[in-house]
């Protein structure tokens, strides 16, 4: 499997209209960059998306968005990751289950940022808090809601991670921990259920790209030098499609 192939095919795929058709998805971060783009995009392409986010205001506009633009009728989970616990991830997955008879798929796209600074003077409460986020609350939520993704006949989980999870690069402290084990967390899944039903699971690392959390990074960057969310959603599109259950446990670049 030639992953660098497979990128530049996820690069240039052009998804057909209703390839997400009648598919549940639910994507953390919704309410803006990359997971707003993601949940926009997947709606034009019919999906049914599960809109999870820390700041209500912000889930709601992207719901009228996909209200707006004719899409399937959204839903909105208010939660926070940096606090959230197993116990509230099974009563989401009970009220989940509920409204939905199956889950399609799990983009787990919010993540925490931190501090970039060097190990020795990082702060051990940031640690955990993106520990927390970008690790923890991925696996609770997988965990409670595997039942229903159970339940499809063709599911996704995708993580989201980052060129500093792939190899380590100085000063980026527990961000880059956290995607080394969210690549970790991937693998592992992706072995276990493979052959054993209709779930793969990939992770994606969405390079540099024009959102709040880049420019926080990277305050001295000219942001009109990075591709748009939108701009890096085929990638996402070939993931969550129908290109996205010939293979599990890829880890792609979206650019």
């Known amino acids: 499997m030639d992953l660098a192939a497979i990128s530049a095919a996820a690069q240039a795929y052009e998804c057909p209209d209703n390839a997400l058709q009648g598919k549940v998805i639910l994507v953390t971060g919704a309410g803006d960059g990359i997971g707003r783009a ?68 799990i983009l787990h796209n919010a993540s925490s940022l931190g501090n970039i600074t060097p190990i020795e003077n990082y702060d051990e409460g940031t640690w955990d808090t993106v520990m927390q986020v970008n690790v923890n609350a991925g696996f609770y939520l997988t965990r409670a809601l595997m039942p229903m993704l159970r339940a499809s006949n063709d599911a996704r989980i995708v993580f989201t991670s980052s060129s500093v999870g792939r190899k380590g690069r100085a000063f980026w402290g527990a961000y880059a921990v956290s995607k080394f084990a969210t690549e970790g967390l991937m693998q592992v899944l992706a072995d276990e259920l493979e052959n054993t039903g209709n779930i793969t699971v990939h992770s994606i690392n969405p390079g540099g790209t024009r959102t709040d959390m880049r420019a926080q990074a990277y305050p001295g960057e000219d942001p009109l030098t990075r591709k748009t969310p939108e701009e890096i959603m085929p990638a996402y599109l070939y993931l969550f499609g129908p290109e996205g259950a010939k293979h599990t446990g890829l880890a792609i670049d979206a650019q």
């Open 38 to 105: 993601a949940a926009l995009t997947f709606a034009e392409h019919g999906a049914t998306v599960i809109l999870l986010g820390r700041t209500p205001e912000k889930l709601e506009r992207v719901y009228d968005e996909i209200e707006r633009r004719g899409g399937p009728q959204p839903a909105i989970v208010p939660m926070n990751l940096a606090v959230v616990t197993p116990d509230q991830c099974l009563e989401l997955s009970n009220m989940l289950g509920a409204a939905f008879p199956q889950l399609d798929g």
